[in-house]
């Protein structure tokens, strides 16, 4: 896919990456690594991560933060944090509910505007974490529906980290087993970068 004119990405706190801090919004994660060679291109990059962030959330702001910047690319990565509420509250994001939700969020782009999404993921560096597969895995599945329906690139970084988690061990991607070590976003940005290059 030839990426031009504006893309805006969006998502909880692995895209938020501390962009509101950084002058530039573009957070110190896998955006500002795939803004690095996608800004000399002429790309205006946006960043609309918050961190915590529910698909829920991310809902409440899509019209402002995204749709009202009118971008010619957008690329989501969001559901880990529906999953993480369900295991440290309680709280419950029904996965019918998730996917009807994310179609009316890609639903209100244009059709003009190409689409990304990216796998949510948890790389498990404990015993309780190798249980959210149960939540997340259908969430991922999601994903790939709502990829395949409306002609979106996939970036299978689920698959991918975890392939780089057998050998290189998944602390080093992601320390906590969510948020990426330095490597990690790195990772994500050449994931995301090779697939939608090759779109």
């Known amino acids: ?111 003009t505007t190409r689409i990304v999404l990216l796998e949510p993921f948890v790389l498990p560096v404990t015993e309780d974490q190798e249980r959210w597969r149960d939540d997340l895995d259908p969430r991922i599945e999601v994903v790939h529906l709502l990829a395949e329906e409306f002609g979106a690139v996939l970036v299978p970084i689920d698959a991918i980290l975890h392939r780089l988690a057998r050998t290189l061990g998944a602390p080093a991607l992601a320390a906590d087993g969510v948020h990426p070590t330095e490597s990690g976003h790195r990772e994500i940005a050449a994931a995301w970068s090779r697939t939608v290059g090759a779109a």
């Open 1 to 111: 896919m030839d990426v031009h004119g504006s893309l805006v990405f969006a998502g909880d706190s692995v895209t938020d990456c501390g962009r509101r801090e950084d002058p530039a919004g573009l957070g110190s994660g896998y955006v500002r690594e795939l803004a690095s060679t996608l800004v000399p291109r002429g790309v205006r990059v946006a960043n609309a991560g918050v961190g915590g962030d529910r698909l829920a959330d991310l809902g409440d702001r899509w019209e402002v933060d995204v749709v009202a910047r009118h971008p010619d690319h957008v690329s989501v990565l969001i559901g880990i944090n529906d999953t993480w509420r369900l295991q440290d509250t309680g709280e419950r994001s029904d996965h019918g509910a998730f996917a009807e939700r994310y179609r009316l969020l890609l639903s209100a782009l244009p059709s």
